[in-house]
């Protein structure tokens, strides 16, 4: 339960939130998943703008700094595992008052450009069935050997349902090897498009590639 739902575009702000337990009492106990207690996710509706946040506890309160970019609606998730308890994502609107203008939904596409980095996204997304994807980043045209570990792995995927903005879980597969390729398991529910975010982590620097994919 957020303390307000309204942000002013533009401006950071201390964003807080109480998750609530079965007792109707806030949450505060959390087990460690991805070397966090809680991410915090927070998207368009658009889909075109993207953070991937981790809030501190004090005393069941969750806070964190937040800025939303522009006017519009957004949609946050708190991705958690209670302890005890199996994992669970809420989900909540944020509002941004102003002038707004949808921006299109970015066309499908498997290959995205970061501060000179470029990331190829490879495998289909197959409705109801598991699948496997993997993106390979390169920068200059040389493939990356010594990615960093960023919460616990060499990449950490998102991915959304377009339209609902459904959150799915995507699991990265163990591996030794520090890029240039990282592969995530995942299932999608239906067919449709669904915008994936990959966090990635080089030079001591986390950097986001997104792409636009279709399942059929």
Known sequence: MPETTTLTPGQETTFRFTVA???GKPLTAYK??????????????????????????NDGVWSLPLKLP????????????PNPGENITLGMDLFAPGAYTPEPAPPTSRTATVDGYTVTLT?????????MLTVNVTKDGK?????????GAYG?????????????????????????????????PSPGGYRLFLDFQHGGTVRTA???????
Do not use: M, N, W
Not at 70 to 81: E, K, L, M
Not at 123 to 131: E, I, N, Q, R, T
Not at 143 to 151: G, H, K, N, S
């Open 210 to 216: 997104d792409f636009t994919v279709q399942a059929r």
């Open 123 to 131: 495998g289909d997304l197959v409705p109801g069935a598991a699948s």
């Open 156 to 188: 950490h995927l998102v991915a959304l349902r377009a339209g609902d903005l459904a959150y799915l879980h995507v699991h990265p597969e163990t591996t030794k090897t520090a890029g240039p390729a990282i592969t995530f398991h995942t299932e999608v």
């Open 70 to 81: 522009s006017a519009g609606t957004y949609r946050a998730f708190a991705d958690f595992t």
């Open 32 to 57: 460690i998943e991805h070397e966090k207690y809680l991410h915090f996710i927070v998207v368009s509706r658009d889909l075109g703008h993207f953070q991937h946040l981790h809030p501190e506890l």
């Open 143 to 151: 493939p990356v050997t010594d990615l960093q570990p960023y919460l």
């Open 21 to 23: 337990g079965t007792d």
